[in-house]
């Protein structure tokens, strides 16, 4: 160690408070902001971004960047993490890191109102000024990184995975999602039809069932909330993490499986390396990772025989007697493959043709060959190409998710990533504890969390995504045995 590298970390340690505060004013503004706040969150976040940007591009980061030595991996990584955020910081001019932040803020906010109304035209003027600043954004780091300006903006959510490493994946999978989709239907139609749960079911009940089952999971709420918001997200920082949900009385199934999801976010920030909390090293391997991370508690685990068959001995108590509750039925129910136009409520099967679509299109827009007036159409025309059906309104359609209206550009392919290495990862945990599928039987999830911990969580961002599955697994990303899963499960006649 040196000088040079101690002041590193005392910069980006408070590069990281303000990384915190941000986050916290997201999950405030998502979950209990009123509307009148919005322009003034507008501005408080993108002076913390200035703030940030700011303490990244000052000419004494750049000489202490020159001077520092670090030894051993981790702080190795971390100064090598260190160069590469440097980078990429001092090609964005401060003015656009600020204009971003205001106009990301503003057009999530009209955003929650036209999707309400299905009403593309409300928010098209904000996402054109949205995704113009993204263009911008792209090219300037795209000419210090030498990425095509869309590979730039995928690199904020997973280094080292490119368009080009992602465009055979989901070209693979397409083919399959063609042969596999109308098999899985077929086999579906012969199977009685699932009974739904008979509601309605009380907010107050589903919430302690959430908190019960979030706690199974590992959770401590000494260092964590449960709240609500209209898209379910997992925020704030390791010591205190933020998850929301939504409630319906019709259904419990959206908030509890939610729950599950964000729990696995949640876990994963919990278990990150507290000797590096604030480095970018202690940080998380990327979106890809996190959602692996979500993606093996919920689709995984929750939805495996073993956990409904705990559920099925579980909501009797909860909800009372119903038949629904059998864990075959359950399983018909949760596992149903269907093609619905909402990505959030589907399949594992038809999931990622959801997300093919958006990183298709979101490519044509920071490419400059898709203009966000013409968003809608090209939408339905790729949905019904893919899933054969007809988009019935914006809502159902190019209006029905956050991220674009949020500046998240890049983002959508670490949902499928996720789950082909969530699927991945559960395989290796099946081999290293036999025991795993028992515990789930009676709702213990501790012998998977101990073997995530250990194997992902602790890690940090210290490996990049692939040498992470490498570490965990024995082998990079493998798709196949995400399609494997999936052939076990609804391919099985």
Known sequence: MNPAYDRLKARFARIGALGEAQSMLHWDAA??????????????????????HQLMTEPGLAADLAEAEAAGDWDSANLELMRHAQ????ALPGDLVEASARANAACETVWRDARAKSDFAMVRPLLEEVVRLQRETAAALSAVSG????????????????????????????????????????????????REPAGPFATATQQTLCRELAGRVGLDFAHARLDESLHPFCGGTPTDVRITTR?????????????????????????????FARQPVGGAAGMAAHESQSLIVE????????FLSYLGRKLPEVFGEDPAYAPENLGRLWRRVERGFIRVDAGEISYPAHVILRFRLE?????????????????????????????????????????????????????TLGAMAAAQLMQAVRQAVPDVDAA???????????????????????????????????KPLDPSDFMAHLRARYLAD
């Not at 903006?153 to 399959?176: H, N, T």
């Open 363 to 415: 490519r044509a827009l920071i490419g400059g060959e898709l203009a966000v007036a013409d968003l809608p159409g090209a939408w339905n025309e790729g949905f019904s190409r893919l899933l054969g059906r007809a988009v019935p309104d914006d809502a159902r359609g190019c209006l029905q998710d956050i991220h674009w209206h949020d500046g998240a550009f890049g983002y959508f392919p670490s949902y």
């Open 440 to 474: 789930l039987a009676e709702g213990d999830f501790s012998p998977m969390m101990a073997w995530l911990r250990e194997k992902v969580h602790s890690q940090g961002s210290r490996l990049g995504f692939q040498d992470l599955l490498r570490h965990a697994t024995g």
């Open 147 to 194: 990425l095509s300006p869309y590979d730039s903006l995928m690199e904020s959510y997973q280094r080292g995975i490119g368009a080009g490493d992602v465009e055979p994946i989901f070209s693979a999978y397409e083919s399959f999602l063609a042969e596999a989709l109308p098999r899985a239907e077929e086999i579906q139609a012969r199977q009685p039809a699932p």
């Open 31 to 52: 979950a209990v902001m009123p509307p009148g706040g919005a322009a003034a969150r507008g501005e408080q976040l993108a002076t913390l971004a200035g703030l940030a």
């Open 247 to 275: 409630y319906t009385p019709d259904s419990f199934a959206q908030a509890l499986l939610g729950v599950l999801h964000e729990t696995g976010h949640a876990m994963y920030e919990r278990g990150l390396p507290p000797d």
């Open 299 to 306: 689709m995984q685990a929750a939805r495996s025989e073993a």
């Open 87 to 90: 980078a990429r910081a001092t």
